[in-house]
């Protein structure tokens, strides 16, 4: 199976900072037919199920705010909060629906400095 | 507005099946793949499978031998059972909507929807 390995495990920011997690898939997540990397990424706050942010691993899914931005290519990838708010605590989880069995990164928890 | 409601057990005896439900409205279950995820206490999310009207499924190899996810078109709901169960089982179970979302020429299988997830004890 494809490994996604997130880093770092903990950040903590200052209100209106820039945050950015890393994902590292084992194989390409690259669709070749399409040229569309197979990557989402999803915001879990306490309590709450995952929502989903991130679709082909840089388009934002409807209602997702502009200061969240995903990037990268071949095996790495990046998602970016451009200034940091106090409702963006949560952990950030990246996962792959290239191949069959899906994976998900061990999630990176987002905290204020 | 799609929702999704998970129903079940919060207790299960060792060496019992775990049996969850989960009923879907505000859409069809008889497109898009109907998913489970399962996340242990304090831990990270993990993949169950999925299973599609049109009859296919596709499992977690870890929980294959396991796990069976059904889909009953009549009630709009869909299902997970899990056998054997041991204490590593224990874990908040999520049902999830993999949509088969394409725009052109591409498509993209993420989870766009998710129940609010129900805690599973695996305990004697």
């Known amino acids: 199976d494809v490994v996604m390995t997130q880093s770092p495990d903990s950040l903590a920011v200052s209100l209106g900072e820039r945050a950015t997690i890393n994902c590292k898939s084992s194989q390409s997540v690259l669709y070749s037919s399409n040229n569309k990397y197979y990557l989402a990424w999803y915001q879990q706050k306490a309590g709450q199920p995952p929502k989903l942010l991130i679709y082909w691993a840089s388009t934002r899914a409807s209602g997702v705010p502009d200061r969240f931005s995903g990037s990268g290519s071949g095996t790495d990838f990046t998602l970016t909060i451009s200034s940091l708010q106090a409702e963006d605590v949560a952990v950030y989880y990246c996962q792959q629906y290239r191949f069959m069995h899906r994976t998900f990164g061990q999630g990176t928890k987002v905290e204020i400095k | 507005q799609v929702q999704l409601q998970e129903s079940g057990p919060g207790l299960v005896k060792p060496s019992e099946t775990l049996s969850l439900s989960c009923s879907v409205s505000?859409?069809?279950?008889?497109?898009?793949?109907w998913s489970w995820v399962r996340q242990p206490p304090g831990k990270g999310l993990e993949w169950i499978g999925y299973?599609?009207?049109?009859?296919?499924?596709n499992y977690n190899p870890s929980l294959m031998s396991r796990i069976t996810i059904s889909l009953d078109t009549s009630k709009s709901q869909f299902s997970l059972k899990l056998t054997s169960v041991t204490a590593a089982d224990t874990a908040v179970y999520f049902c999830a909507r993999e949509r088969d979302y394409c725009r052109g020429d591409s498509c993209s299988f993420d989870f766009d929807y998710w129940g609010h997830g129900t805690l599973v004890t695996v305990s004697s």
């Open positions: 505000g859409a069809s279950i008889t497109s898009d793949y």
């Open positions: 299973a599609h009207y049109r009859g296919v499924t």
